[in-house]
Structure formats: structure tokens, C-alpha cells
């Protein structure tokens, strides 16, 4: 299947890019075994015929193998991006020329560009909507059709349950992020070496024998200060939460409160889902040269705003690199214009990790179109057996066998009069 921009709706940077795009998703495919696995299913039984789907999510070439994945089980796919600075161009262009697939998405769009883009995917009047940070709730008079929805980060989970606590949550969400196959592997092994890996492209420094410091432990700060310390770096944790701060503690990293940390760090990455993290009591006194990075979904955790006011002058010295030159001389390096580091200068999670993320994704939509009429707007969790089911096919596509319980094993587990 083809089409060119005469015959489809849709605004990606240049369609002669799309060559190079269509390795970078056979590429990424080849790794995706479980969703390849799920793509068979839906081309033999079709379940999502019907079905239009409007996905807000990162342009990648592991995305575009998701939308193929729909589109093969039936469903009448569009896609634009869930950040400015995520869209691969050329992978965006195989999409539209190659799969006949509707995409908006430019890398480095203004945000009046990429608001226009979520409203033209919405226009689609889909019946199940994608989020990787709920952007789709901002278009609320565009909804009126849509039976489901699913939700891939912790950012858009935390702002989706907020709404359905307070009664404006108009159709059920399926919080993909929270199933055990996602946030285990995705937050904690993708976002640790994506986001290293693009801190590193955007600035070439050495991590050995810096302190870095990484805002929050969860699960994606869990990864990070893993692969921080196995990058040779000094590990400092900042946290708000006393028990994953003791967790830190426990697993050898240094912690103590931004206040301190902003001092002697070196290098600074915040993953918490949470505004102002690093803020202006924190500019005014790290280190000459400091490196400050987001890798959580919005770019509200480093105080942008703040530290405009606070500088001379800034310059880019760097793709994905700005200095601010603060008025008594010292200078902070901001990466990606506070976005989605592992996005903005790297190419996000491997395809490994992303196989689980987008099987979850493929089979929640499935499970959406099935059972919307039943669901009330809240948010739902990724149904246990097909959690495990992804699991399984993930360590059978790895050649890994695992044990399973004898009847007389169930019974002792399912009992309690033995061993009394």
C-alpha cells in the first residue's frame, strides 16, 4: 500500500526521507517478536474492523510498527506526536508513503504546530484514542464518539485518575503504563539506557567520575541511577517519597535534598512527573557548567521560565545543547529544551523493551473494543492473564523455558490446612 500527500491528509517533514525511515522500522522490527506474534492474530481474525483510532504518541519507528500492527487488525489508524521534539522525519515518512497511514508529526514544531496536530488526529472522530500523556483531553468537544482509550506513561495515568476523581473523565482508560510488563521494563530498562544515551549525544561528556544527579526513584529513576553508576558516575538520588528514598539508600546511592545535591552536582536528570523540580534556589547555586536534563513526559520539572529570567544571555553551543549564561558569569547547560532527553538527542527505548509497551498497547485496544460497553470512565488496569500472557511470549520468543506448578502444588497454594 502507498499514497503521497496529494491523496491523504496528513503534514510530515518530507516524504523523500521515507527511504531511510522503512530500514529504521524493519530494524526496529526484527526485535519486536511479540507484537510481531499479535500482528499475526489480527491479520487472520481482523478484530479491530471498524475500529478508528487516533494515537497520540512518540513518532517512532517502534510506534510505527504498533500503527502497522492496528492497521493490520482492521483498525483505520492516524498518528501525531506526543512531544515537539520525538518525531523521527523519516520514519513519519514511510508511514504516510509506504502504509498508507496518516500521520502529523514534525520534529522540532512549535507548539502551536503541535496542538494543531493533536486536533487534526482527533478530527478523525476516533472510537478508541492512544495517549502517552493524555493530550487528547484537551480537545474534549471532539470526543463525543470515542468509546476507550488507553494511556502509556505514568505522567498522563496520574492526570487521567485525577480526572475521573473528580467526575470529567468522559470515556474508560486502560493505564498501559501500570501493567507489570511495561512499567518493570520500559520505565526502569528503557528509560536507564535511553537516557544516558542521550545525554551523552547532546553533550559527549564524560559520565565516569562525575556526580550525577537523578531527580526521583521510581521506576524510570531506578534504571537511571543503575546504568549512572554503571557509566562509572558518583550517584546522588534526590526524593520526596522517605521509603523509595530509603530504597536508594539501601541499594548503595548516595541521597540527600536538591537543596544539597545542586551544589556538587555535575551533571542533573529529573524523572518525577512533577513541576519545578529543579528551580531557582537550585540555579543559584550549581556549579559552573553544570548539565540539567529531563527524562520525564513534560517539560515542567526543570523551571524554564525561571532561568530565562535569572540569565544574561543564552546561545546553543550544541544540538539539543543551550548555555545560560548566569549574571555572575557561571553557566548552565539546559539539554533539550527541558524535553524528553532520551527522545529529544537519542532514539528513546530500544525495540526490545518497547515490544512489551506496544503489545500491551495492541492488545488493550483489542480489549477496549470489546468490552467499552461495559467499563464506566475510569481508569483500568491491563487485565492480569493478558499481562502474563505478553510475559510468556516474550521469554518464548527468547528461547526461555520456566516451571510451571504441579496440580499437587496448586492444591497446597490453594488450601490452608497443610503445614498446621
Same mark, same amino acid.
Given at each position: 500500500?502507498?499514497?503521497?500527500?496529494?491523496?491523504?491528509?496528513c503534514?510530515v517533514?518530507?516524504?523523500?526521507?521515507a527511504?531511510?525511515g522503512?530500514?529504521? /522500522?524493519?530494524?526496529?522490527?526484527?526485535?519486536?517478536?511479540?507484537?510481531?506474534i +499479535?500482528?499475526?492474530?489480527?491479520?487472520?481474525?481482523h478484530?479491530?474492523?471498524?475500529?478508528?483510532?487516533?494515537?497520540?504518541?512518540?513518532?517512532?519507528?517502534?510506534? =510505527?510498527?504498533?500503527?502497522?500492527?492496528?492497521?493490520?487488525g482492521?483498525a483505520?489508524?492516524?498518528?501525531?506526536a506526543?512531544? !515537539?521534539?520525538?518525531?523521527?522525519?523519516?520514519?513519519?515518512?514511510?508511514?504516510?508513503?509506504?502504509?498508507?497511514?496518516?500521520?502529523? @508529526?514534525?520534529?522540532?514544531?512549535?507548539?502551536?504546530? *503541535?496542538?494543531?496536530? +493533536?486536533?487534526?488526529?482527533?478530527?478523525?472522530?476516533?472510537?478508541?484514542?492512544?495517549?502517552?500523556?493524555?493530550?487528547?483531553?484537551?480537545?474534549?468537544?471532539?470526543l463525543?464518539?470515542?468509546?476507550?482509550?488507553?494511556?502509556?506513561?505514568?505522567?498522563?495515568?496520574?492526570?487521567?485518575?485525577? #480526572? @475521573?476523581?473528580?467526575?470529567?473523565?468522559?470515556? !474508560?482508560?486502560?493505564?498501559?503504563n501500570?501493567?507489570?510488563?511495561?512499567?518493570?521494563?520500559?520505565?526502569?530498562?528503557?528509560?536507564?539506557?535511553?537516557?544516558?544515551? $542521550?545525554?551523552?549525544?547532546?553533550?559527549?561528556?564524560?559520565? =565516569?567520575?562525575?556526580?550525577?544527579?537523578? =531527580?526521583?526513584?521510581?521506576?524510570?529513576?531506578?534504571?537511571?541511577?543503575?546504568?549512572?553508576?554503571?557509566?562509572?558516575?558518583?550517584?546522588?538520588?534526590t526524593?520526596?517519597?522517605?521509603?523509595?528514598?530509603?530504597?536508594?539508600? #539501601?541499594?548503595?546511592?548516595?541521597?540527600?535534598?536538591?537543596?544539597?545535591?545542586?551544589? /556538587?552536582?555535575?551533571?542533573?536528570?529529573?524523572?518525577?512527573?512533577?513541576?519545578?523540580?529543579?528551580?531557582?534556589? &537550585?540555579?543559584?547555586?550549581?556549579?559552573?557548567?553544570?548539565?540539567?536534563?529531563?527524562s520525564? &513526559?513534560?517539560?515542567?520539572? +526543570?523551571?524554564?521560565?525561571? %532561568?530565562?529570567?535569572?540569565?544574561?544571555?543564552?546561545?546553543?553551543?550544541?544540538?539539543?545543547?543551550?548555555?545560560?549564561?548566569?549574571?555572575?558569569?557561571?553557566?548552565?547547560?539546559?539539554?533539550?529544551?527541558?524535553?524528553?532527553?532520551?527522545?529529544?538527542?537519542?532514539? $528513546? &527505548? !530500544?525495540?526490545?523493551?518497547?515490544?512489551?509497551?506496544?503489545?500491551?498497547?495492541?492488545?488493550?485496544?483489542? *480489549?477496549?473494543?470489546?468490552?467499552?460497553?461495559?467499563?464506566?470512565p475510569?481508569?483500568?488496569?491491563?487485565?492480569?492473564? %493478558?499481562?502474563k500472557?505478553?510475559?510468556?511470549?516474550?521469554?518464548?520468543? #527468547?528461547?526461555?523455558? +520456566?516451571?510451571?506448578?504441579?496440580?499437587?502444588?496448586?492444591? *497446597?497454594?490453594a488450601?490452608?490446612?497443610?503445614?498446621?
Open positions: 500500500m502507498s499514497t503521497t500527500t496529494t491523496q491523504m491528509n503534514d517533514k518530507n516524504l523523500d526521507l527511504d531511510q522503512k530500514k529504521r /522500522i524493519d530494524w526496529a522490527n526484527q526485535s519486536m517478536k511479540v507484537l510481531q +499479535i500482528r499475526k492474530e489480527f491479520i487472520k481474525n478484530p479491530l474492523r471498524g475500529i478508528r483510532v487516533s494515537a497520540c504518541l512518540h513518532v517512532t519507528a517502534e510506534t =510505527a510498527n504498533l500503527a502497522v500492527c492496528l492497521r493490520d482492521g483505520d489508524v492516524v498518528l501525531c506526543s512531544n !515537539p521534539l520525538s518525531t523521527q522525519d523519516d520514519v513519519a515518512a514511510s508511514l504516510v508513503r509506504d502504509q498508507g497511514i496518516p500521520v502529523f @508529526a514534525i520534529k522540532g514544531e512549535d507548539n502551536d504546530t *503541535y496542538y494543531n496536530h +493533536i486536533i487534526a488526529a482527533t478530527e478523525h472522530r476516533p472510537h478508541i484514542t492512544m495517549d502517552d500523556g493524555a493530550d487528547h483531553t484537551k480537545r474534549q468537544d471532539l463525543d464518539g470515542v468509546i476507550g482509550g488507553t494511556e502509556e506513561t505514568t505522567t498522563g495515568v496520574i492526570r487521567l485518575r485525577a #480526572m @475521573a476523581k473528580e467526575g470529567v473523565l468522559r470515556y !474508560p482508560i486502560v493505564a498501559v501500570d501493567a507489570d510488563t511495561k512499567h518493570f521494563f520500559d520505565n526502569r530498562y528503557g528509560t536507564g539506557q535511553s537516557t544516558i544515551d $542521550g545525554i551523552i549525544r547532546a553533550t559527549n561528556f564524560l559520565l =565516569a567520575g562525575s556526580k550525577f544527579v537523578i =531527580a526521583g526513584y521510581g521506576w524510570c529513576g531506578r534504571g537511571l541511577a543503575s546504568r549512572g553508576r554503571g557509566a562509572g558516575a558518583e550517584v546522588i538520588v526524593e520526596i517519597d522517605p521509603t523509595k528514598a530509603l530504597e536508594a539508600v #539501601m541499594d548503595g546511592f548516595r541521597v540527600m535534598s536538591m537543596t544539597e545535591a545542586a551544589k /556538587i552536582g555535575d551533571v542533573f536528570c529529573t524523572v518525577t512527573g512533577n513541576k519545578n523540580v529543579l528551580a531557582r534556589e &537550585h540555579f543559584e547555586v550549581l556549579k559552573d557548567g553544570a548539565i540539567i536534563s529531563n520525564g &513526559h513534560f517539560n515542567v520539572e +526543570i523551571d524554564i521560565p525561571a %532561568l530565562e529570567k535569572m540569565s544574561s544571555s543564552k546561545r546553543t553551543t550544541r544540538n539539543f545543547v543551550e548555555e545560560y549564561v548566569m549574571r555572575d558569569g557561571r553557566k548552565i547547560n539546559l539539554l533539550g529544551e527541558g524535553r524528553l532527553i532520551n527522545l529529544a538527542s537519542a532514539e $528513546g &527505548h !530500544p525495540a526490545s523493551v518497547m515490544d512489551m509497551s506496544f503489545a500491551d498497547q495492541a492488545l488493550s485496544v483489542e *480489549y477496549m473494543g470489546s468490552n467499552a460497553k461495559t467499563l464506566k475510569q481508569v483500568y488496569v491491563v487485565p492480569e492473564h %493478558l499481562d500472557e505478553i510475559a510468556r511470549l516474550k521469554l518464548e520468543s #527468547m528461547g526461555i523455558k +520456566i516451571d510451571r506448578l504441579t496440580p499437587e502444588q496448586e492444591e *497446597y497454594l488450601g490452608w490446612s497443610e503445614g498446621t
